[in-house]
């Protein structure tokens, strides 16, 4: 039996407010138009899909952060220099003072998650908005990341950390690659091309799975769960839905708020930490203008900036969009400076689709 004081919802209104819906659209028309315009320049080889799926998982591994946040009703616009922060701190420790690799990856994550728990209680505590408390530690972080690099090193780009990193138990977790046998068989039976000369002749050009990708579905697969399945996740919705409610029916709003932003920046520092085990170094501009393009891609994923409303999933299809779209015209041969002219118009019309679906879930005109 139906309760009859329950609003009945067609099946077709139910899929049309569903905060994905846009990104699966969008998802589809990218794909089907990098694959009319670049389908034969190697876009979609395997070489080819692992360029835009590796630029694609690091887009959503802070994306993944920001989303949470941000149906929490926050944001962090100290994304990106967190990203450098943690790099450079992982450089320092292990090139410069001589620690173990392990040791500093698990001291860079406990500074950088610390800081993004002292960024939610300056903001639970003071009142401010997020935005303003975040954009502060913007200009902090990266401040000291510069002042660090060139106090320790006399320069702001820190080599000799896969030199360091060499056999430690914890750098593979962020910049091995997995199942290589696996791509080696594939390559013996001809579904991958390899090296025809040189040291690695006969190697596959794809050696397997890179960590960072791995990282990324992990992260996606938690932070979905964690939202939909968790009593946890209810309180992250009702967290920034409103707030006050939240409170009077008990929802530890603040500690939720302070752990989103803590999240947040472990996920930054995992974005730095396969960054600086993938190119052996780390630098003090690394990470610019990463808090943005994560938020993008929440965005386009179908959140609200106004909290409450949702989808790990649909950020990660943002994310997808967001690295198929930059290389995609790299391998069309187009201009590059055009990525951002499509990211500013496909932020646009995210931002309309989302707020047509707030109307109909509100009853808003």
Not at 47 to 56: F, L
Not at 133 to 155: D, E, H, K, P
Not at 199 to 222: D, H, N, T
Request: hydrophobic content about 55%; charged content about 10%; aromatic content about 12%.
């Amino acid at each position: 039996m139906t309760d009859e004081r329950l609003k009945q919802v067609s099946t077709l209104r139910r899929a049309m407010i569903r905060p994905e819906l846009g990104a699966i659209c969008g998802t589809i028309l990218v794909f089907v138009f990098f694959f009319m315009i670049a389908g034969d320049s190697g876009m979609f080889s395997p070489e080819g899909v692992q360029n835009w799926g590796v630029v694609s998982a690091q887009f959503a591994i802070i994306a993944v952060g920001a989303c949470l946040l941000m149906i929490a009703g926050e944001f962090d616009l100290s994304v990106g220099s967190m990203i450098g922060f943690a790099g450079v701190v992982i450089a320092i420790l292990s090139v410069h003072l001589g620690w173990p690799v392990w040791l500093s990856i698990i001291a860079a994550f406990v500074i950088c998650v610390g800081l993004g728990a002292l960024n939610g209680f300056l903001v639970i505590k003071t009142g401010l908005p997020s935005f303003i408390v975040t954009l502060a530690f913007l200009y902090i972080l990266r401040g000291l990341t510069i002042w660090l690099s060139i106090l320790t090193t006399r320069q702001t780009i820190i080599g000799g950390v896969k030199e360091a990193a060499e056999g430690d138990p914890l750098a593979f977790l962020f910049g091995g690659v997995i199942f290589k046998d696996l791509f080696q068989w594939f390559a013996d039976l001809g579904l991958l091309d390899t090296f025809t000369r040189g040291s690695r002749e006969g190697q596959p050009v794809v050696e397997g799975l890179p960590m960072l990708v791995v990282w990324a579905v992990v992260l996606v697969i938690f932070g979905h769960w964690l939202l939909t399945k968790t009593r946890f996740g209810n309180w992250i919705f009702a967290s920034g839905g409103d707030a006050q409610a939240a409170r009077y029916v008990g929802v530890p709003v603040n500690r939720v708020k302070i752990l989103m932003f803590m999240f947040t920046a472990f996920c930054a520092t995992v974005f730095a930490t396969c960054q600086v085990m993938e190119f052996g170094s780390a630098a003090a501009d690394r990470g610019l203008l990463k808090e943005f393009e994560a938020i993008i891609c929440v965005v386009i994923g179908g959140a609200l900036l106004t909290g409450g409303y949702g989808s790990v999933i649909g950020a990660a299809l943002g994310a997808l969009i967001f690295g198929v779209v930059q290389q995609g015209l790299f391998f069309a041969g187009a201009e590059s400076s055009l990525f951002r002219v499509f990211l500013g118009g496909i932020l646009i019309l995210a931002v309309i689709m989302n707020t047509y679906i707030r109307r109909m879930i509100t009853g808003e005109r």
